[in-house]
């Protein structure tokens, strides 16, 4: 009985060891040095008559960089949170856009390139260090679990803190990536991760009435976009 016992038990802490190894890899993984937080100032100024009033609003959301250069970072994030900068022309006194790495310092943000259609945006932050992202070479498949580095509702203190969340990928909607993964306002246009720490996805929005079903954009579109500037072929300069 005592042999039983013993042959029974060894191979039970044979696999909670492994499966200790393998979440201590998965965590160790975590591209955090990539992320960054993004803050929007928007300053909008209302006349009535002769006399204007001028107010300020704050917003944040979510990104990554994906390419380090001597001047500065490359970020990739949403165009929903980018295409505030259009609303200029329509009465907005201006729309600025700060970058947070794990410095904990924030720089100015200057808009690259868009993809409305796909709900992406890349940005340009001079001063800004940081590691690149990952980008994997392939698609992810159905089931396959995914990581999420995210600011819901301004939830990251860098350089301390980056909220992780966990879910699966669960297929396509249309032109769309879906994964079970929580998020709120804040988590726009955060990185999905493999358990490699690869970027597979970026958050751009929630089911409604339902915040753990998200919508990524499509990997193959995320792909094109970070190959254009981590190879050079889109860049910027500021000159001040």
Known sequence: MKCLYVLIVLPFLMMLSCAHIQYEHERSSLPRSSFVEIMTTISTKSC???ECELSVGNSVSSGSIIRVDEDGAYIIGAN???????NEAAGMVSVTFKAMGMSGKAHEAYILTTDAENDLCAMYVPGMGGTAIQLRDHPPKYGEKAYNLASPRGAAY???TVPVFMGY???RDGRWDVYTIPAAGGSSGSPI???????IGIIQAHLRGFNHLTISSNYHKIKKMVD???SGRMSMRINK
């Not at 929903?80 to 259009?86: A, F, T, Y």
């Not at 991760?193 to 970027?199: A, F, P």
Request: charged share 30%; glycine share 12%; hydrophobic share 25%.
């Open 48 to 50: 009535s008559g002769e």
């Open 80 to 86: 929903h949170v980018c295409e505030l900068k259009d």
């Open 228 to 230: 254009d500037i981590s």
């Open 193 to 199: 991760v493999d358990v490699d720490g690869q970027l």
């Open 169 to 171: 990928y669960s297929g």
């Open 158 to 160: 860098a350089p301390k």
